[in-house]
């Protein structure tokens, strides 16, 4: 824990010094610990920043412990900062990535059980009511829509609420790619942005076909979207199973800014930890 610990705060500081980030003169603890400690807390406290700043400090790893309402305030201020990291890390990773093979999906993140709804505190809206098809039930909560490359390393992300669907999901999604290859599922079969995507950006969707498609059905294509889709899957399964049972938060933002770290410390683990 100690090595990966100081690798992940190595890489943050390097990545905010030359991203010409400004910190306040006054400040005893960098905006790079912070996010360290934050990050520590999602690979191993299942996102508990109290448990993750006091067994960091107990092995010196940080020096100053900053109190609990202190860290929170600094954590909410640098929430923007933490996103964008991670969409540029995301762009150095398309970079270096030498496939133009990139998959996309959405997965659900519950708010509280369906059976609390009416108590939940943190935001009351018909809107956050969605639906998970697979499952054939619905959840109280938010969607997480994410771009991943082919061997399922997050590059892009973006949360909606729970009602929204995956279209408007990837509406939302920068999709900063040139003459790539998109693999997602049946949910994104959608003809106008297939060609409006192949036209304007030279991206080609590859979404799997039904029998009464009125496109071509090749049987060799769907066996290999098929094996493709199982990239995303394993990724977004393995990020979900970071989760803790029951995501601690007091409002939305916090809630949305503790999915927002569960990615940003997946794609560090995935791109230089492992």
Same mark, same amino acid.
Request: aromatic content about 12%.
């Given at each position: 824990?100690?090595d990966?610990?100081?690798?992940?705060?190595?890489?943050?500081?390097?990545?905010?010094?030359?991203?010409?980030?400004?910190?306040?003169?006054?400040?005893?603890?960098?905006?790079?610990?912070?996010i360290?400690?934050?990050i520590?807390?999602?690979?191993?406290?299942?996102?508990?920043?109290e448990r993750?700043?006091?067994?960091?400090?107990e092995?010196g790893l940080?020096?100053?412990?900053?109190?609990r309402?202190?860290?929170s305030r600094r954590?909410?201020?640098l @929430? /923007?900062? &933490?996103?964008?990291? +991670?969409?540029q !890390?995301?762009s150095?990773?398309k =970079? $270096?990535h030498?496939?133009s093979?990139?998959l996309?999906d959405s997965?659900?993140?519950?708010l509280c059980?369906?059976i609390?709804?009416?108590?939940?505190?943190i935001?009351?809206?018909?809107?956050?009511?969605?639906k998970?098809?697979?499952?054939?039930?619905?959840?109280?909560?938010?969607?997480?829509?994410?771009?991943a490359t @082919? /061997?399922? &390393?997050?590059?892009? +992300?973006?949360? !909606?609420?729970?009602?929204c669907? =995956? $279209?408007?999901?990837?509406?939302?999604?920068?999709?900063?790619?040139?003459?790539?290859?998109?693999?997602?599922d049946?949910a994104?079969?959608?003809?106008?942005?297939e060609?409006y995507?192949?036209?304007?950006?030279a991206?080609?969707?590859?979404?799997?076909?039904?029998a009464?498609?009125?496109?071509?059905?090749?049987?060799?294509?769907?066996?290999?979207k098929?094996v493709?889709?199982?990239?995303?899957?394993?990724?977004i399964?393995?990020?979900?199973?970071?989760?803790p049972?029951?995501?601690?938060a007091?409002?939305?933002?916090?809630?949305l800014?503790?999915?927002?770290?569960?990615?940003?410390a997946?794609q560090i683990?995935?791109?230089f930890?492992q």
């Open positions: 824990m100690c990966s610990t100081l690798a992940i705060y190595c890489f943050i500081d390097d990545f905010l010094k030359q991203s010409e980030h400004k910190e306040d003169i006054r400040i005893e603890v960098s905006d790079a610990e912070i360290t400690i934050a520590c807390a999602m690979l191993h406290f299942g996102g508990n920043f993750s700043r006091l067994v960091l400090h092995l940080v020096k100053r412990l900053l109190s309402s202190r860290f954590m909410n201020r @929430a /923007d900062l &933490i996103q964008r990291l +991670f969409h !890390l995301g150095v990773l =970079d $270096l030498w496939e093979r990139y996309l997965f659900p993140v519950a059980d369906n609390r709804i009416p108590r939940c505190r935001v009351q809206d018909e809107r956050y009511r969605g998970m098809a697979s499952k054939r039930r619905y959840f109280y909560g938010v969607r997480v829509q994410i771009m @082919a /061997d399922g &390393i997050p590059l892009e +992300f973006c949360i !909606l609420p729970g009602a669907s =995956d $279209l408007q999901g990837m509406a939302e999604l920068a999709l900063d790619l040139k003459a790539a290859e998109l693999l997602v049946s994104y079969n959608f003809y106008e942005w060609d995507l192949l036209e304007t950006e991206i080609k969707l590859q979404v799997p076909r039904k009464n498609s009125k496109r071509s059905r090749e049987p060799w294509l769907e066996i290999y098929s493709m889709r199982k990239h995303i899957e394993t990724t399964g393995e990020i979900t199973k970071m989760f049972k029951k995501i601690h007091t409002n939305l933002n916090g809630f800014l503790k999915i927002a770290l569960f990615l940003f997946y683990e995935r791109a930890i």
